[in-house]
């Protein structure tokens, strides 16, 4: 497996609370991205980073801010949790453009 | 109308069946095609990679593109029990110096013995 953690795995939180999940990485790959996975819609984008303190906005943007102050971490903040933001989330990295992502294990979060 | 469209299935097969899953697309500006394999409570894996149209092989699986119908498919041949999971295509065009690609909902595939 390539060398992605993500943390927490699991987590239960109360609506308006911040919640934040943290992607970590050991292959020095310059792309990182954060997706979420629900029935009916697949993976969609929320963030992604192209490099130390730069980020752009996916698909789904809105109510996630994220974070890259050194290469191998990559956060993504719920400022105030809703329960649509119930689901599970997927970190990714890729090496360069149009190469293989290599994806975490997830993280389940709800929000109630 | 998404850009991706995927049947989610489920597809329930017998092993050793040759299975055909399949996604169409909009955006005639896809050249990357890729099919991920999704265990449960697992992250994606990738499967196979293509660019623009033609066959790839790898073993028992074969992964097709005609970008002339806006149409692909991923074959596995001799299906196992082990290849019970959710697979996502996704696709991609050069755009802003990264990889950002779209991906289907995923079709789950059932392989019983």
Known sequence: DAGITQSPRHKVTETGTPVTLRCHQTENHRYMYWYRQDPGHGLRL???SYGVKDTDKGEVSDGY???????????LTLESATSSQTSVYFCAISEEMNTEAFFGQGTRLTVV | QKEVEQDPGPLSVPEGAIVSL??????SAFQYFMWYRQYSRKGPELLMYTYSSGN???GRFTAQVDKSSKYISLFIRDSQPSD????LCAMSERAGGSYIPTFGRGTSL???P
């Open chain 1, 46 to 48: 929320i963030h992604y």
């Open chain 1, 65 to 75: 801010s994220v974070s890259r102050s050194k290469t191998e971490d990559f956060l």
């Open chain 2, 22 to 27: 399949n996604c169409t697309y909009s955006n």
């Open chain 2, 56 to 58: 790839k092989e790898d």
């Open chain 2, 84 to 87: 019970s999971a959710t697979y």
């Open chain 2, 110 to 112: 059932i392989v019983h």
